[in-house]
Structure formats: structure tokens, C-alpha cells
């Protein structure tokens, strides 16, 4: 079944391509890329919307951990995050006029000052991700092996964009530009569990 999908993508790119752009073909050219991305989104979500298997889902990529550290790029899709992967590492991500274009984690690795960085550019993701839409628990159970999470956002797009993304991540375990908090663990020879605050609890 995705075979067949990736085939009719590709028909679809390949039509476009051979279409000049112009005010006679707008039109056009507007169709075949909202045909693409229902088809990438059926790619992802399966037929009818439904998502992948939670097993697999959360999972995460397959992508073996290489350099000193490792940067995750998130965002909506079609921010910019391939295009900032191909100018940062060389590696080319596929990048295009319409949504999920990028469909897999693609890895690249950059220098700075000696250091081997690796960055990855993962599948935009969707408001409801963390529950489980398109691919976002893949995405996010791979940012979670990251050492550092670089969100992507479109300039011209509401600053809420913003707070969506750091909803899902947080929804996932994953705390933005926070302290962990300051929990000490001690092992005792007997006796049962122990609990202690310093500070007063708010929840």
C-alpha cells in the first residue's frame, strides 16, 4: 500500500516539475501539491487518519547516536528544518512547497570547533502529536535521546506556534528551557519509604 502511495507521489512531483509556472498554471500547480500532501499525510496516518500502531510509534527512528552530541530539529512542517540541515551539514534533506516532505529522521553532522555535531531533521509534527497524530510520538521519543532540542518556526506564522509545540514536547516528558527538578533519592538499609520537602508543594 505505501508503495503504491510513494508511486503516485511520485507522478505527482514529476507533473509538477514539468509544469511551468506561471499565472495560467496556478492553479494547477496548487492542486497537484494539495494532492501530495493528503497522500505523504496517508503515508503517515495510514487510511482513513489512523495512526500507526502505538507500539511502533513510539519507538522512535532507528538512528544510531554518532559525535559529541546530538541536536534534534522540531517543528510544524515545512518551517525550514531540511534547509537547515542542508546548510549546516551538507547532507541534503528533501524540501519542498508543500507539507510532509520529510517523512523519516534524516541525520547530518556539522563541526564546530573541533567537536562532531550531530543534528537531526525530524518529521514536522502536529498540535495533538503527543496523543499519538501523524508521527508525533516517533518524533518526540526520538528528540528525547537528543542532547539538545533546536525548535523551527515559520516567522510569518502566530508566536502560538510556539507554545503548541512546547505543550506537545512537555505533554511527552519533555521540559524546555527548565531546571530539573531538585529530587534526591537515598538509599536506607531498613526500614520502608521515607518522603521529605524542603519547599512548600503547589501540586
Known sequence: MSEEIQAKIGALEAEMLRTQKNKATNYHLGTLKAKIAKLKTEL????????????????GFDVTKSGDTRIGLVGFPSVGKSTLLTTLTGTRSEAAAYEF?????????MKYKGARIQ???????I??????????????????????????????????H???????????????????PDVKLQKKEKGGIGYQEIATQTE
Do not use: H, W, Y
Open 119 to 125: 543534528v537531526l531533521d525530524l518529521p514536522g509534527i
Open 101 to 109: 516532505t520529510t517523512l523519516t529522521c534524516i541525520p547530518g553532522t
Open 162 to 180: 510556539k507554545k503548541i509545540i512546547e505543550q506537545e514536547l512537555f505533554s511527552f516528558g519533555i521540559r524546555i528551557n527548565q531546571k530539573p
Open 127 to 160: 498540535e495533538g502529536a503527543a496523543d499519538g497524530k501523524g508521527r508525533g510520538r516517533q518524533v518526540i521519543s526520538t528528540a528525547r535521546t537528543c542532547n539538545m532540542i533546536l525548535v523551527i518556526l515559520d516567522a510569518s506564522k502566530p508566536v502560538t
Open 44 to 59: 503517515i496516518n495510514g487510511p482513513g487518519g489512523k495512526s500507526a500502531g502505538t507500539k511502533n510509534a513510539e519507538r
